[in-house]
């Protein structure tokens, strides 16, 4: 079992570090919100702060309650919702091989309030040995099916054009701020 993200990353932060008259989450490639809506129920009063993001098709299914904004979005596109706090993709990169997985993330970029907007992504850090069985299971499963992998920290460093002077890795979840991106 995946831990999920409220509880290894801590999201109170997300609030106390936020202006209140800017969005606060975009859940990019959120699928129909499970990760929306662990947000939404431990902070309530920001739903109509929170975007989700994702194929119509799909986001068209989301069960996440108003005043939750749900919305269609193709993430190779610009990122409509601009200046938000927090950029959240969960399980996204790891379906894209560099080059589409770097376009994804210049669409966010280019949203984000230098010095105020944070991205997060939320995937399996592979080792560079002795990974885990299910990190190596995904890595071959994404390697085969999509192109994808799961990467070890270095590349996904490399997937920005210099090492950021600041990141975190706490469990599965990095944090990278703007300025590093
Ligand atoms: C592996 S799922 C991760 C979903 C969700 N973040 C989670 O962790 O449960 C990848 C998601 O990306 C969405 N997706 C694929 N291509 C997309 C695109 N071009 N624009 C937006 N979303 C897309 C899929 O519909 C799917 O929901």
């Keep these: 079992n995946q831990a999920g993200w409220l509880d290894t990353f801590p999201h109170e932060r997300i609030l106390e570090t936020s202006h209140e008259d800017t969005p606060l989450v975009v859940d990019v490639g959120g699928n129909i919100g499970h990760d929306m809506e662990r947000f939404r129920q431990a902070h309530s009063e920001t739903a109509s ?15 996440c309650p108003d005043p939750v904004n749900k919305m269609d979005y193709d993430f190779f596109t610009p990122q409509p919702i601009k200046g938000s ?10 379906d894209w091989s560099d080059e589409p997985a770097r ?10 309030t230098p010095g105020y907007g944070t991205l997060l992504t939320h995937d399996y850090i592979a080792p560079r040995a ?3 069985p299910h990190t190596t299971a995904y890595d071959l499963t ?5 192109a994808g992998a799961e990467r070890t920290e270095m590349q996904c460093l490399g997937m920005w054009s210099k090492p950021p002077a600041r990141s975190r890795t706490e469990d599965s979840v990095d944090l990278f701020h703007y300025d590093d991106l």
């Design 49 to 63: 702060r929170l975007y989700l993001q994702d194929r119509p098709e799909v986001v068209k299914l989301s069960k």
């Design 85 to 94: 706090r927090v950029y959240y993709m969960h399980g996204v990169l790891h």
């Design 103 to 112: 376009k994804i993330l210049a669409m966010q970029r280019d949203a984000m």
């Design 130 to 132: 002795f990974a885990h």
């Design 142 to 146: 994404m390697m085969l099916m999509v």
